[in-house]
């Protein structure tokens, strides 16, 4: 009975609304956690930032997140696709040219994520204002931090993981397989 709007923050991130009138309609706001993991990977060691903790550990460098949010691919409306081929190391590095060389590794990742953050933003506030409450799942869902700055930037919705109603974040993928896999075999 009213407007959902669930947020997939897998490498890349996608964005389903759903309406009470049964209209669904679902697209790749942009990265998700592909560039933080590539970063991460670098200059830790680590597979990925364990609850967004080195990010929040630093400050957003906003000449660069400003330079991040001209990406031709946010502005474009939906429906869009896209991955790794655009949000990629190689696109990275083309946007932290001129980046001071000094400038701090956690910098740098506290703005990916901010950078990840407002892509997400930005689609809900123009494709699902309606929407009272943000679900969140995939990896992105385990990221504190990234789950902080989304509630911060949509101060009039609810942001949940999805495994407050009832599905772990890592395992809706899966469930949505497993549900197309039914309805094929029941010729659905």
């Known amino acids: 009975d009213t407007t959902v709007a669930v947020l997939n923050i897998g490498g890349i991130s996608n964005l389903s609304v759903l309406t009470p009138q049964g209209d669904v309609r679902g697209w790749d706001c942009g990265p998700g956690n592909a560039l933080m993991d590539h970063w991460c990977r670098l200059h830790t060691g680590q597979a990925f930032d364990r609850d967004g903790a080195w990010a929040a550990s630093g400050q ?7 330079r991040l949010l001209q990406e031709d691919y946010l502005h474009q409306p939906p429906p ?17 040219q ?14 990916l994520t901010a950078f990840t953050a407002q892509a997400c933003i930005q689609d809900v506030h123009q494709h699902a204002p309606l929407a009272q409450e943000l679900i969140v799942c995939g990896g992105g869902a385990l990221n504190l931090h990234l789950l902080r700055l989304l509630q911060q930037g949509l101060p009039g919705q609810q942001v949940v993981s999805s495994e407050a109603r009832g599905l772990p974040p890592l395992q809706v993928e899966a469930a949505a397989f497993a549900w197309l896999a039914h309805k094929c075999i029941r010729r659905e």
Do not use: C, E, Y
């Open 98 to 111: 001129g980046l001071a060389d000094d400038a701090p590794a956690q910098d740098v990742q506290a703005t």
């Open 80 to 96: 869009k696709s896209t991955g790794r081929d655009l949000f990629n190391p190689a696109w990275l590095a083309s946007r932290l």
């Open 60 to 66: 957003v460098i906003t000449p660069l997140l400003a």
